[in-house]
């Protein structure tokens, strides 16, 4: 079966739904990979162009799902490996509502996902070793996560505030009640 056949056959069989189709429940057999690659900036590119339709691009965001270190798109039926740059989706806003221990921070993804930072959304941040430069991520499902997109990053250090964390100063953020470190204080 091409490519072409595959993701239509895929399309055929989404769940008509509102929201992420229930994946986690669903072990159809493999049936290979697809030549669909999600970049670093959220862009979904299949057979090596962008995919220009954001309703498009929103229905395959509710059927990925992670399993160990590999994507897939999933249905009742079948599960095709897709590529995944760095993560599958992108937080491009930030909605601030509370302050201290009791704010909130809001985010929406590129695929209008909207997520509550907090335990089950815990926000982490990633250094690299060379650069120095961070790479902030949220979860938004069960083994998925948002690259925190830059100017929303700097929203968050913004926001920051010192904390004591095992002896060191770091600045963090609080979102539903937890703390979430983004970098040794200076």
């Known amino acids: ?3 072409s056949a595959k ?15 229930p994946v986690h429940l669903w ?12 970049a670093r900036d959220g862009t979904w590119f299949y057979q090596g162009t962008p995919i220009g339709r954001k309703p498009m691009v929103k229905l395959f965001s509710n059927i990925i799902r992670r399993d160990g270190d590999d994507y897939f798109l999933v249905t009742p039926v079948e599960k095709v490996g897709i590529h995944v740059d760095d ?18 921070l809001r985010f929406t993804t590129h695929v209008d ?7 089950e959304h815990p926000l982490r941040v990633v250094t690299d070793p060379v650069t120095q430069e961070p790479s902030p991520y ?4 069960t083994n998925l996560e948002a690259l925190v997109h830059r100017n929303v ?12 964390i095992n002896g060191s100063h770091w600045l963090g953020v609080w979102s539903g009640g937890v703390f979430f470190p983004i970098g040794l204080e200076p």
């Open 87 to 104: 993560a599958p989706f992108v937080a491009v806003t930030l909605e601030v509502q509370g302050q201290g221990e009791s704010q909130v």
């Open 27 to 38: 072990n159809p057999d493999f049936c290979g990979n697809i030549d669909m690659r999600i």
């Open 113 to 119: 996902d909207v997520v509550e930072a907090g335990l």
């Open 138 to 141: 949220l979860r938004v499902r």
């Open 153 to 164: 990053f700097y929203q968050l250090v913004e926001l920051a505030v010192s904390r004591p």
């Open 1 to 3: 079966m091409t490519d």
């Open 7 to 21: 993701a239509n056959d895929l399309l055929a069989q989404l769940p008509k739904g509102k929201g992420p189709a």
